[in-house]
């Protein structure tokens, strides 16, 4: 599986950012997608999921409230994150993954080369 992110930038803090994540390869062995990030000195955080019908969603605590994760039905293999209300305590270099979701989202080894968000205040 090939992920390739894309609508990293900068922004002001309050602003709004939307990420793309395109995958194509062979899917059979996924059944979720997720967002990840790593800041600055940081430990790589997982921001948001989503399963392949978009049933089921989950969020860090951290932007619960003001991101929001999607897929595109149309194009069974499109996930967005919609970034709202933005912080300087968001800029990081966002990652997509592909992975499987039963009691938990378990990342696979499928990851785009990432995409920077940068937060100014």
């Known amino acids: 599986v090939q992920l390739v992110e894309s609508g990293g930038g900068l922004v002001q803090a309050g602003g709004s950012l939307r990420l793309s994540c395109a995958a194509s390869?062979?899917?059979?062995?996924?059944?979720?997608m997720g967002w990840y990030r790593r800041g600055p000195g940081t430990l790589r955080e997982l921001v948001a999921v989503?399963?392949?019908?978009?049933?089921?969603?989950?969020y860090a605590d951290s932007v619960k409230g003001r991101f929001t994760i999607s897929r595109d039905n149309a194009k069974m293999n499109s996930m967005y994150l919609q970034m709202n209300s933005v912080k300087p305590e968001d800029t990081a270099v966002y990652y997509c993954?592909?992975?499987?979701?039963?009691?938990?989202?378990?990342?696979?080894?499928?990851w785009g080369r990432g995409t920077q968000v940068t937060v100014s205040s």
């Open positions: 989503i399963t392949s019908g978009g049933g089921t969603t989950n």
């Open positions: 993954n592909a992975g499987r979701y039963s009691d938990r989202y378990y990342p696979l080894n499928f």
């Open positions: 390869g062979s899917t059979l062995s996924i059944n979720a």
